[in-house]
């Protein structure tokens, strides 16, 4: 339980301090306080915990140098203090503004006290409070629990009826989804879009299952949320367990794809590859696509039907797909797949990519990184496959790993600088046009088919770009550096930070 810093700042005895905030300001508005304390010790930090407010008398900080008063201000910080108080009453002067400075870059809440204050009296009655707090939630807490046991002996450990009785309790939209995104039990007034909460992972057997999500208003007490969930999250999990246990190949298969997508790695793999029923040596292929906000469940379902050995976890707007490669697990077996999984997202609106071969389990976690690369070179691309390949980007995914931003500019420049600029004035996507070419093989039929053009057409856009480049890149050589440009070019916006698919 904690209080927040405005909330006392605001009225109590504190008041009579007369505080004035001159420093930190940004950090008033979240800060909360669990703990008042008193010290003038300088080494005080090492045996703070992290929400105190801090009252000092301020007599042997003041008559730090400046340096080492920013000093003390970041040890407090760097210990996640919740605000430091100074009384200057009597002293006939501010706080310095060295001092300010320094809580304005470390983020730290800096309080003037300009009168005399009692820090025993100011510790005691917000203390007071703090813990009146942590004593309410716990009963809150203790009285849910008690509850949530009676309605098991009662009815049976049915998990509706025991989410219902959180939401009804708390205020709240109370839900349990499982690992695959399947919505097992929800209750409570159907949450506003800004609104959220805490959550809690429910397991079975050792293993994650699904996860307790309790979605509040923005004015909820978060405090007594989480510590309701500390206290019921092992109820609500007996029910998981009796009424949707899955099975042990499932919450392994679950365990091993969030494995993998956290980058793990090591034995751990090898466990949960036999118990999933996974050959660990085999090879495979990561695929990620990219799900509606509504419709996933169909999706989800095509996507098992289209792929019934390929493994699936649900990770927010994502699913990822681990796909074992049959037979010799060669090119054609590749693009087997590839085939199947466009299928199973086609008319759905969907977009997604998938990863090169990962010899075995070990390798799974570099073909889900490539697929995620894949994904974003692709979105910005311009080619219109839902579901793109991360062999036509190798390219494009070697430079977002290897090369600078401005390495890969002075290679586009060299290469192509004339053309863009040239692209730029007129609109006429000869980028595009040159990167579709080179991909069809230097093929003009192909190539206009494409790009929806007449072949007339196609034909003289390539002149005005042979125009550009300085002829025709056939007959010098260059056509393979040509490639490599364009793949840059295909693939340059990407080489910044980037949220993960």
């Not at 034995?267 to 590859?273: G, Q, S």
């Not at 495979?284 to 696509?289: D, E, G, H, I, Y």
């Not at 990219?290 to 493994?311: H, I, K, M, V, W």
Request: glycine content about 10%; some cysteine; proline content about 4%.
């Amino acid at each position: 339980m904690s209080l927040s810093l405005s909330e006392i700042l605001a009225g109590g005895v504190l008041a009579v301090g007369a505080p004035v905030i001159v420093g930190g300001r940004s950090g008033v508005d979240d800060a909360r306080v669990r703990w008042v304390h008193s010290s003038e010790v300088l080494e005080i930090a090492p045996l703070l915990s992290g929400g105190e407010l801090l009252l000092t008398g301020g007599a042997a900080l003041l008559a730090l140098k400046p340096a080492a008063q920013a000093e003390y201000v970041w040890s407090l910080a760097s210990r996640r203090v919740a605000a430091l108080a100074v009384e200057t009453a009597g002293t006939g002067r501010h706080l310095p503004a060295e001092l300010v400075a320094a809580a304005d870059e470390a983020g730290l809440p800096l309080i003037e006290l300009r009168q005399v204050v009692p820090f025993v009296e100011v510790a005691e009655a917000v203390n007071r409070r703090i813990v009146s707090g942590q004593v309410t939630t716990l009963q809150v807490a203790d009285r849910l629990s008690q509850a949530l046991t009676e309605r098991i002996a009662s009815t049976g450990a049915l998990l509706g009826p025991l989410v219902a009785l959180i939401a009804e309790t708390l205020s709240v939209h109370a839900r349990v989804i499982d690992t695959r995104g399947a919505l097992l039990a929800a209750a409570g007034p159907e949450p506003d879009a800004d609104a959220h909460g805490p959550d809690t992972e429910l397991t079975v057997g050792g293993i994650g299952a699904a996860r307790l999500e309790l979605v509040a208003e923005p004015a909820a007490d978060r405090e007594l949320l989480e510590t309701v969930l500390s206290r019921v999250r092992s109820i609500v999990a007996l029910a998981l367990a009796q009424q949707h246990r899955p099975s042990l190949a499932r919450l392994a298969e679950d365990e091993l794809l969030r494995l993998i997508g956290a980058g793990g790695g090591g034995d751990r793999l090898i466990e949960l590859c036999q118990a999933a029923g996974v050959r660990p040596d085999q090879a495979l292929a990561m695929a990620v696509v990219r799900r509606p906000a509504d419709g996933s469940a169909d999706f989800e379902q095509r996507a098992r039907t289209a792929l019934p050995n390929a493994l699936l976890i649900v990770d927010d707007v994502w699913v990822d797909i681990l796909m074992p490669l049959p037979g010799q697990a060669g090119h054609a077996e590749r693009e087997a797949l590839l085939a199947e999984l466009r299928d199973s997202v086609a008319g759905k609106g969907l977009t997604g990519a998938l990863g090169p071969t990962a010899p075995s389990i070990r390798q799974a976690g570099f073909s889900l990184a490539e697929a995620r690369a894949t994904w974003r070179i692709g979105r910005s691309s311009k080619w219109s496959d839902a579901i793109h390949d991360s062999s036509d980007f190798l390219v494009e995914r070697t430079a977002e790993r290897s090369l600078s931003r401005a390495a890969v500019d002075a290679i586009v420049e060299e290469s192509l600088g004339e053309l863009i600029r040239l692209d730029q004035r007129t609109g006429g996507e000869l980028v595009r046009t040159l990167d579709v070419w080179i991909t069809a093989g230097c093929n003009a039929t192909e190539a206009a088919e494409i790009l929806f053009l007449e072949r007339q057409s196609l034909h003289k856009r390539l002149r005005r770009i042979f125009q550009a480049l300085g002829g025709d890149p056939r007959h010098r050589g260059k056509l393979g550096g040509l490639a490599f440009a364009v793949k840059l070019v295909r693939g340059n916006a990407q080489l910044r930070d980037d949220p993960r698919p």
